[in-house]
């Protein structure tokens, strides 16, 4: 009987560990000193691959573990995030210290967004359909750090 308690825990263990090892990314929380938090995130594999939806061929970014966004009609693209408990008794701000990133020419555009789909919607009637307001030489997301309420 201990055996099997034994070896239900490390199953559990193995399992639960898998779960977040798979999530695509690993944060590191770091706090310099009372007033400062720092998180610091390392992407995991992540690719750009070609699909085609309703005849037509787009480029995604493949990313393990990701959830995307909505924005119907914007870029469906993955997004990560992290949970930090903070005091109540203080105001906080955000502020992005340092990005690294790479510029990658696709000969596709992006998998646009349906937004978000309902239950009681069938998926397969709902286009892919690339938005007007969404073609701009800009970054998108604009924010890419935001302070949320829990």
Do not use: C, W
Not at 105 to 119: M, N
Request: glycine share 4%; proline share 5%.
């Amino acid at each position: 009987m201990k055996k099997f308690k034994y070896l239900s825990i490390v199953a559990i263990l193995l399992v639960t560990t898998g779960l977040f090892a798979s999530q695509g990314f690993e944060v590191y929380f770091n706090q310099p000193n009372s007033s400062e938090y720092e998180l610091d995130y390392i992407l995991g594999e992540h690719k750009i691959a070609e699909t085609v939806k309703n005849g037509a061929t787009y480029s995604k970014i493949e990313f393990e573990g990701s959830v995307v966004t909505t924005k119907k009609g914007y870029a469906e693209l993955p997004f990560i995030h992290a949970s930090v408990q903070l005091s109540n008794d203080r105001n906080v701000t955000t502020e992005i210290v340092s990005t690294d990133y790479v510029e990658y020419s696709l000969e596709y555009p992006l998998l646009p967004s349906r937004g978000i789909i309902y239950r009681n919607q069938d998926p397969s009637t709902i286009p892919y359909e690339i938005a007007d307001e969404s073609i701009v030489d800009e970054f998108y997301p604009v924010e890419i750090a935001e302070a949320t309420e829990p």
